[in-house]
């Protein structure tokens, strides 16, 4: 046994203290448990299993990925056991806690300086320029790109894992939420869900004032959900799978963020409080006893509070 095998698996938590008044129930996918510490470990083993799988990449070849620390670290971790080199480029602008885990896992990490976002906020712009670097160093160094944002294999991982992993655990669930990143976690649960039981609704969770698939327009890049919403449509977005949508501000995922930690026992990141806030949002909102699973995408120990 190695380390690839704690990845999948994790548990689904009812917050009881959270649902406590409201007109259903919200369960979450704690993927803040994996061994790399979020859910893109899901998406990481996929990927360099794919690439394995259809000849694209070798033993001892190097892999590079722009990366917001989150599928670095699930990377740095997977490629360590494979025996595969991992290059990570990240915007400076990421906290420097997700830098120190992805040096902790063996990766090297190349930082690139920041274009209109700031220390905490990190923007599409940001996302961009990073890009462009990692594809120099990959076709420089011969390297295996991950290229997260068009790999197909993200949406693999969470289509043939995560979907019935939920469904198995929740069998009643009337609606799946969560933020939009690569869009890898939404597209392939929503998918797979929807393939059993088109009556599951699957909602996307914007921060309000980037929230680029519901209003089709940006008003300022800036918030501090890192790893999601880049402000940008993610390529492999299909928006026949989102039934709806739901706006989270700063200030009100701030504080979910600290009730999670506080009231259910669970350190995790900004993302996180975001989807546990829409799910708030929209069950204050009903008066039937719904049924939500949405995702605790990281752990707390990623930022600086």
Same mark, same amino acid.
């Given at each position: 046994?190695?380390a690839?095998?704690?990845?999948?698996? +994790?548990p689904?938590i009812?917050?009881?203290?959270?649902?406590?008044?409201?007109?259903?129930?919200?369960?979450?996918?704690?993927?803040?448990?994996?061994?790399g510490?979020?859910?893109?470990?899901?998406?990481?083993?996929?990927?360099?299993?794919?690439? &394995?799988?259809?000849?694209?990449?070798? %033993?001892?070849?190097?892999?590079v990925?722009?990366?917001?620390g989150?599928?670095?670290?699930?990377?740095?971790?997977?490629?360590?056991?494979?025996?595969?080199?991992?290059?990570?480029v990240?915007?400076?602008?990421?906290?420097?806690?997700?830098?120190?885990?992805?040096?902790?896992?063996?990766? =090297?990490?190349?930082? +690139? =300086?920041q274009?209109?976002?700031?220390?905490?906020?990190?923007?599409?712009?940001?996302?961009?320029g990073?890009?462009?670097v990692?594809?120099?160093?990959?076709?420089? @160094?011969?390297?295996?790109?991950?290229?997260?944002?068009?790999?197909?294999?993200?949406?693999?991982?969470?289509?043939?894992?995560?979907g019935? =992993?939920?469904?198995?655990?929740?069998?009643?669930?009337?609606?799946?939420?969560?933020?939009?990143?690569?869009?890898? #976690?939404?597209?392939?649960?929503?998918?797979?869900?929807?393939?059993?039981?088109?009556?599951?609704?699957?909602?996307?969770?914007e921060? =309000?004032?980037?929230?680029?698939?519901? +209003?089709?327009?940006?008003?300022?890049? %800036?918030?501090?959900?890192?790893? +999601?919403?880049?402000?940008?449509?993610?390529?492999?977005?299909?928006k026949?799978?989102?039934?709806?949508?739901i706006?989270?501000?700063?200030?009100?995922?701030?504080?979910?963020?600290? @009730?999670l930690?506080?009231?259910?026992?669970?350190?995790?990141? &900004?993302?996180?409080?975001?989807?546990?806030?829409?799910?708030?949002? &929209?069950?204050?909102? @009903?008066a039937?006893?719904?049924?939500i #699973?949405?995702?605790l995408?990281?752990?707390?120990?990623? &930022?600086?509070?």
């Amino acid at each position: 046994m190695s380390a690839l095998n704690l990845i999948h698996h +994790t548990p689904l938590i009812l917050l009881d203290k959270i649902s406590s008044g409201l007109s259903g129930k919200i369960y979450v996918k704690a993927e803040h448990l994996q061994p790399g510490g979020s859910v893109k470990d899901r998406a990481a083993l996929q990927i360099i299993q794919d690439a &394995y799988e259809n000849g694209s990449l070798r %033993k001892g070849q190097t892999v590079v990925e722009m990366t917001s620390g989150n599928m670095g670290a699930g990377l740095a971790l997977v490629c360590r056991q494979f025996g595969n080199p991992f290059v990570a480029v990240m915007s400076e602008g990421n906290s420097p806690e997700r830098l120190k885990i992805l040096q902790a896992f063996g990766a =090297e990490v190349i930082l +690139t =300086e920041q274009i209109n976002g700031l220390p905490g906020m990190v923007t599409g712009e940001d996302i961009q320029g990073a890009v462009e670097v990692a594809k120099k160093i990959a076709i420089k @160094r011969q390297a295996f790109y991950v290229d997260q944002f068009n790999n197909p294999s993200g949406i693999k991982a969470h289509f043939t894992n995560t979907g019935p =992993e939920i469904l198995r655990e929740l069998p009643d669930i009337d609606i799946f939420m969560a933020s939009i990143g690569t869009g890898g #976690a939404f597209v392939g649960i929503a998918k797979y869900l929807k393939s059993v039981n088109p009556g599951i609704k699957c909602i996307a969770v914007e921060p =309000e004032k980037a929230a680029i698939l519901k +209003t089709g327009k940006v008003n300022d890049p %800036k918030h501090i959900i890192q790893g +999601t919403a880049y402000g940008i449509i993610p390529p492999h977005w299909d928006k026949n799978l989102a039934d709806d949508f739901i706006t989270v501000g700063d200030q009100e995922v701030m504080e979910m963020k600290s @009730r999670l930690s506080f009231d259910e026992g669970l350190y995790v990141g &900004y993302s996180s409080g975001a989807n546990v806030l829409a799910a708030q949002k &929209y069950l204050q909102k @009903r008066a039937s006893d719904l049924k939500i #699973a949405t995702i605790l995408c990281d752990s707390g120990y990623k &930022y600086s509070d």
